[in-house]
């Protein structure tokens, strides 16, 4: 019977409403929390994805041409240009340099990071590594300094001055002087093209991590740094009902409020000073959460106030003594009583909830909108700086060599695919928890707009409804905006750039085989030549018979070594078209994604900073209006 009548007040048009009500507001903490927690991961997603860029392009760029060329112009300012001066080509005969970038591009200086790199686990896909690891000789140069290394200028500056460009010894004859002149002109050409290729990628850096920080402010107003404030980890002090929390504050008696005791010295959840807008909405719930019961309860007792209704009427009509009457009409008119003390309640409840929706929530809500304007103004800014930035890699012609791919580099490569993959996860958690949170903000509003009467004639009014409060125009625009907001472009042009990185790992992967291919066969040949030397008479130990009787088994011994020599030659071949495929990949991959990429989140910050834009002017007409 208990049972039936519960699910039948559970029907009832006030208590679903209320029930809808308090589940759409625990949405929308829960959705703000989300939100809070995607911002911020995304603000940190956008300075990894610039550092992983930049290292990428430290390890990209071959650092030791930087540094002969740095050592060599030194030696020249030192011997006074008389025994260098020849190794130099005239500068008619240099490839022109590359373009300067737009005015309005001009370097930057790079901003300082706490940390280049987040702590995040780098596959390492190859951890065994060859027994050596031979770096590019040239015979006649010397060897560059740390000293060297500085006198450049600042963007000629190797940035990673202690890095090892791994791969096989390559000796060069000093024939002719003509040859040498030809040699370091081609290095010199191939030191300023790849400086001009790591500038750009450190500008793009730098203004991921100019935009990053621009999301620092609505960090603050999301509290993102306190993420579970409103949950139970809001302190040290252990387990702490936070709900039970913000009742106790609520149900406080106002005449008491001054004795405060020692466990409640910490307790600042009623104070305006320390109102988030996380403490906000648990002040919200709470509330709700209150509602909720005290309609359902009024339910039960309209259900009992009937009944005894009824029963008051039977025995009137059956003529039941008079003692019985008045203890019937006195029940009566106790639940009747009790009933308006209930409709009191609830309606001081309903106050409360209306009174934190237009003067705590809307401020709020009015100051995240200023805030989000003023951040994706300055993205929007950062990203198509970023769109001018990139197209200057068109006109950049990048040294095609067969340089080997390190195992750093391939470590650097696969990070900067997992950082990329990282900005697309929290790209789309950004979007959808934002969308999710004003979502279910505003059906919440739908509900609460509703005014929650009671069928009974004698009941109590009902404050009066509010014509249509600030917040709603607020949250009907903003629902309305974001979901006509155009993130599948940015999203998928993420992704394919993440996918680009993805096949430089596997060719850097394959190319890395073949390395480890070519030195085995190296290490066979090495070791077959040598045990052949040892093995192969002297002639002077041998008479004509035996060098005869022999002659047949050297041939075989020499034709087995010559064997795996021409197979060793094969492979190396192999291995250094390889290693050119794979540089022309990278530098064609990087060319023609990154424009899309960034034209895309240029066009989509700026569509998300005229939303906030016109939620602004919105605001500001609402505002002179009612003034």
Excluded at 528 to 555: C, G, S, Y
Aim: with cysteine; net charge negative.
């Amino acid at each position: 019977m208990g049972c039936t009548q519960s699910k039948k007040i559970e029907n009832e048009e006030s208590v679903k409403r209320c029930k809808e009500r308090k589940q759409f507001m625990t949405a929308a903490v829960s959705a703000r929390n989300a939100f809070a927690a995607a911002h911020s991961a995304y603000a940190m997603a956008l300075k990894n994805t610039g550092a992983a860029l930049s290292d990428y392009g430290q390890d990209e760029t071959p650092a030791t041409a930087v540094q002969a060329s740095s050592s060599s112009s030194s030696a020249v300012s030192a011997s006074g240009g008389s025994a260098a001066a020849p190794m130099h080509p005239p500068v008619d005969k240099l490839p022109p340099p590359p373009p300067p970038l737009p005015p309005d591009l001009s370097p930057v200086t790079p901003l300082q990071r706490s940390a280049s790199m987040p702590g995040l686990p780098v596959s390492k896909v190859r951890r065994e590594k060859s027994s050596h690891d031979p770096a590019i000789i040239e015979e006649d140069e010397p060897e560059a300094t740390t000293d060297d290394a500085d006198s450049l200028p600042p963007l000629q500056k190797p940035v990673r001055k202690t890095r090892q460009s791994g791969g096989s010894s390559h000796h060069r004859s000093g024939s002719s002087g003509g040859g040498s002149e030809s040699k370091r002109g081609k290095m010199v050409a191939a030191v300023t093209q790849s400086v001009s290729f790591l500038q750009i990628l450190n500008e793009l850096d730098d203004h991921f991590l100019k935009a990053s920080e621009s999301a620092h402010e609505v960090s603050k107003m999301l509290e993102a740094t306190r993420l579970h404030y409103h949950s139970n980890f809001a302190d040290n002090r252990g387990h702490i009902d936070h709900s039970e929390k913000v009742m106790k504050v609520i149900t406080w008696n106002k005449s008491i409020k001054g004795i405060c005791c020692e466990d409640d010295t910490l307790d600042v959840l009623d104070d305006e000073r320390w109102e988030t807008h996380a403490t906000i909405l648990d002040k919200m719930l709470a509330w709700e959460k209150k509602l909720y019961d005290e309609v359902k309860a009024g339910e039960f007792l309209k259900i009992d106030y009937h009944k005894k209704v009824i029963l008051l009427n039977k025995q009137r009509k059956h003529g039941t003594s008079p003692e019985t009457l008045e203890k019937s009409a006195a029940a009566v008119s106790h639940l009747h009583t009790r009933y308006m003390v209930d409709m009191l309640s609830m309606d001081s409840t309903i106050l409360e909830i209306n009174n934190l929706r237009d003067h705590k929530l809307y401020p709020k809500l009015v100051e995240l909108v200023h805030g989000m304007a003023t951040m994706w103004e300055a993205m929007h800014l950062h990203h198509s700086n970023q769109h001018k930035v990139v197209a200057a890699l068109r006109a950049c012609d990048v040294s095609i060599t067969s340089r080997e791919t390190s195992e750093q580099h391939h470590d650097t490569t696969i990070q900067l695919w997992q950082v990329v993959r990282e900005w697309h996860s929290q790209f789309q958690n950004l979007v959808t928890h934002q969308k999710e949170y004003i979502q279910a903000l505003n059906s919440w509003l739908r509900l609460n707009l509703i005014p929650i009467e009671s069928s009974l004639k004698e009941r109590v009014s009902s404050p009066p409804r509010t014509v249509e409060p600030p917040i709603l125009d607020l949250l009907h625009a903003w629902h309305d905006k974001l979901e006509k907001l155009p993130d599948v472009p940015p999203r998928t042009a993420i992704y394919s750039f993440s996918e680009v990185i993805n096949t430089i790992v596997v060719l850097q992967e394959d190319e890395l085989k073949l390395k480890e291919k070519c030195e085995e066969t190296r290490k066979e040949f090495v070791r077959k030549k040598r045990a052949f030397e040892d093995w192969h008479p002297q002639e002077n130990d041998q008479d004509d018979i035996e060098a005869t009787n022999h002659m047949d088994l050297v041939e075989k011994r020499k034709f087995v070594v010559e064997t795996v020599e021409i197979r060793l030659k094969s492979e190396e071949e192999t291995y250094q078209k390889t290693c050119r495929h794979v540089r022309e990949k990278s530098v064609v991959s990087l060319r023609t994604h990154l424009p899309e990429l960034f034209r895309a989140m240029s066009d989509f910050s700026l569509a998300c900073s005229e939303i906030y834009k016109q939620l602004r002017h919105n605001i500001q007409l609402e505002k002179n209006l009612n003034a």
